[in-house]
């Protein structure tokens, strides 16, 4: 069987058929190199994308009712009436619906420590960008966001372009390309944790290439089953080990179910 075979094979679980196929290609040539089974490969890499994806989506996301829900948003909705549909459409995401409690207070607390922020990129995102109205960005702020599920990308061009705001989503392959476009703040939002499960040294070689002046770095403060074992103190120990020695200047926040740094360049 040729690697366009397994793939196919991969992806006709609904779960996983609208991931970018870089990805789904890189990993399947790694299980393969394994000397694995076609069938052994076949799970192995389905195991990998549920990781890395499909444990943060348990409920399935509603693309379709989202859009259909957005085009009829009036186009001068107030502030009120925007939030109320993103906060719905947050929960559906484990690691979004998780900040909820704290959306106000986590974005407002980073940015206090910030310039003005005219440039954002958001990586792995999932459907953080909806946290986009807590955000104090500058007025004619970019925001470019990226992931590996196209139908969410289709979901937040629209979301993005509905806001007014100068920015677009498109598909990224951390695994394949580190984004080095110049922006002021990169989020990097519970996503260190998942590119270690595909390569080790990837969080490390992501901090160092970006080009950008700040990255607002979190981790999870409990695992998606509500337990914390001691979470927090492992991610702060990993943290130190990956930032031990470089020239950032570095800014912890403590918040209710997560650990965030942010890192000047």
Not at 24 to 48: D, H, I, M, N, P
Not at 71 to 90: K, T, W, Y
């Amino acid at each position: 069987m040729n690697l366009e075979e397994l793939i196919t094979q991969v992806t006709a679980n609904p779960a996983y058929a609208g991931i970018t196929p870089t990805l789904v290609l890189r990993l399947a040539e790694r299980e393969l190199a394994k000397g694995r089974s076609v069938r052994e490969t076949v799970k192995a890499v389905r195991s990998k994308l549920h990781q890395v994806g499909g444990a943060y989506q348990e409920k399935g996301l509603d693309f379709p009712a989202w859009r259909r829900e957005l085009a009829d948003l009036p186009s001068e909705s107030s502030n009120a009436a925007i939030r109320s549909f993103c906060e719905r459409v947050l929960k559906s995401h484990a690691s979004t619906r998780e900040r909820l409690p704290i959306l106000t207070e986590f974005y407002s607390q980073v940015f206090a420590s910030l310039p003005p922020i005219h440039s954002v990129l958001d990586l792995a995102c999932g459907l953080n960008p909806l946290a986009i109205p807590w955000m104090p960005l500058a007025e004619g702020a970019s925001y470019q966001a990226c992931d590996i599920y196209m139908e969410l990308i289709d979901f937040l061009g629209e979301f993005i372009s509905y806001l007014g705001l100068n920015g677009s989503a498109s598909l990224c392959d951390l695994t394949e390309n580190i984004p080095t476009q110049p922006v002021q703040l990169t989020l990097v939002l519970k996503t260190l944790p998942v590119l270690e499960q595909l390569e080790k040294d990837l969080p490390i070689r992501l901090l160092e290439e970006l080009n950008t002046e700040h990255i607002l770095v979190s981790y999870p403060g409990h695992s998606l089953g509500g337990r914390s074992k001691g979470m927090v103190t492992n991610y702060a120990a990993r943290f130190e080990a990956l930032s031990a020695g470089k020239p950032w200047q570095i800014q912890r926040f403590d918040f209710p179910g997560e650990l965030a740094y942010l890192i000047r360049k």
